[in-house]
């Protein structure tokens, strides 16, 4: 059987007949590397006794013939992580989980598989077995688990070889992108190996009945590394969010063909290792503030189907620059200066001589359109003085400076009311910025 040459870009596994300076998916240069792959034969194949038997078994049926059985889920040590899934893992699913460097994915999935009371296979192609024990014996004080076997290799072969032997539950990959097999052309990490890593996981998976969690390096943008594929031949992509001098994690999910994407879990970086936080509230909320600290709103975000209190400070101060500075943490710089711009144009606040702060407690990142209301009463506390530290603002603030309506507006009161936070701004009390501004003036 012939081979036919294609070139294959291997930043984002764009394939062509020819050689390309650039890529036309991603517009990286000299990308596209040579690749010799099997010629399909164009002449039909007769089917033998055991694939007519096959075809037979896998023959299309109707909708309302199709039995449906209920997933079997391996429950992990967190619930947050097991909510995410949508109750565990289920048996024979893949999961990619994606994160940048250093933001806790390996001792994340160090924990799970260690408390696991099933057989358990933590491949490391990055770390020894020596490293591993120490990081689990600086992070966790009871190492002991006759369930947990490691293994150190790089090689996808021996890694699917072991798996098959061993016949574990759950199956760590830890990470793809440094997997490489002899079968296959080209250096770990390219388009060829991880293509070929990932489809030999799945297939054992799937075949054997297997869990099994792959770690997945990101790019500078955040996206996965690797071939766009990857994250289509998987049954759910997971992202582990966090900065690195922050103790929160963010656990979500982007895909998820067992269960919902809507959820999210709330986890924090300690000494101790990666714990999960059932109750995240007191994460983004400064605990004993002072009455009359200026600059403090609570707003409230939904991540997920779950209502976090948030709050959002803000620093407004005389500028000696000829540029005023305008520095944002938590939220998106362009929309400060949309919000800014919105306060001084309706609220003929003089903001355009001062410099601004805005932070978001917790080192939570705020995307929520609600969230635009609290940071401009947060920047006018600042600014005038007044205390609002027990404010709860809700409601999107348009470019006219009208309160816009916003999603679940009763989910995010109950959570207010059930903190014990009465004074609750929305656009059901107001139209506009500027009346929620009088109003607070007058007060």
């Known amino acids: ?34 690749i010799h792959m099997p010629k399909v034969l164009s002449t039909p194949v007769s089917l033998g006794s055991q694939a007519s038997r096959t075809f037979a078994s896998s023959a299309p049926k109707r909708l309302e013939d199709i039995k449906i059985e209920d997933k079997h889920r391996i429950k992990t040590c967190f619930s947050e992580f097991d909510a995410v899934l949508g109750g565990g893992i289920v048996k024979g699913s893949v999961i990619l989980l994606a994160g940048d460097p250093g933001v806790g994915k390996s001792t994340l999935l160090l924990k799970i598989v260690q408390e696991t009371e099933s057989k358990s ?10 490293q591993i024990k120490l990081r689990a014996k600086r992070i966790y004080k009871n190492i002991k688990n006759n369930n947990l076997l490691i293994l150190s290799s790089t090689n996808t072969d021996v890694a699917t070889f072991t798996i098959a032997k061993e016949k574990p539950s759950l199956v760590i990959i830890d990470s793809i992108q440094t997997m490489e097999s002899e079968n296959v052309s080209g250096l770990s990490g ?16 799937k075949t054997l009945n297997i869990s099994i969690i792959i770690v997945g390096h990101v790019t500078k943008e955040g996206m996965v590394a690797g071939p766009m594929v990857l994250s289509h031949m998987v049954d759910t992509v997971l992202f582990l969010e ?3 001098f922050t103790k929160t994690r963010i656990l979500r999910s982007f895909k998820n063909r067992f269960g919902s994407v809507d959820e999210v879990g709330v986890f924090t970086m300690e000494e101790a290792g990666i714990e999960q936080i059932k109750n995240p509230q007191h994460l983004f909320l400064t605990k004993n503030a002072s009455k009359n600290s200026f600059g403090s709103v609570l707003v409230v975000t939904i991540e997920g189907t779950r209502a976090f209190l948030v ?13 005023p500075r305008r520095v944002a943490s938590g939220i998106d710089y ?59 603002a809700i409601s999107e603030v348009g470019l006219l400076g009208e309160l816009r309506e916003v999603q679940s507006l009763d ?23 500027n009346e929620v501004i009088r109003s607070l003036g007058k007060d």
């Not at 192609?125 to 020596?130: L, Y």
């Not at 390219?190 to 998976?205: G, L, M």
């Not at 959002?312 to 000829?322: E, G, H, I, K, N």
């Open 1 to 34: 059987m012939k081979s036919k040459i294609s070139f294959v870009c291997q930043e984002c596994g764009y394939e062509s007949s020819q050689w390309l300076g650039k890529c036309p998916e991603c517009g990286v240069w000299n990308s596209l590397r040579e």
């Open 190 to 205: 390219s388009v060829p190996q991880v293509r070929y890593a990932a489809s030999q996981f799945i297939k054992i998976a």
């Open 121 to 130: 296979i933590y491949i490391s192609a990055e770390e020894s077995q020596e």
């Open 242 to 244: 966090g900065e690195k």
């Open 311 to 323: 709050e959002t400070q803000a620093l407004v101060v005389a500028s000696r620059m000829p540029l």
């Open 334 to 392: 362009r929309k400060l200066e949309l919000l800014l711009a919105v306060i001084q144009k309706h609220c003929n606040i003089p903001i355009g001589t001062m410099d601004v702060f805005v932070n978001v407690a917790g080192g939570l990142k705020l995307s929520d359109p609600a969230t635009d209301l609290g940071i401009c009463l947060a920047i006018f506390s600042s600014f005038k003085n007044i205390s609002l530290s027990n404010t709860v």
């Open 411 to 433: 989910k995010r009161i109950r959570e207010a009311k059930k903190l014990g936070f009465k004074k609750i701004i929305s656009y059901e009390n107001y139209k506009t910025i």
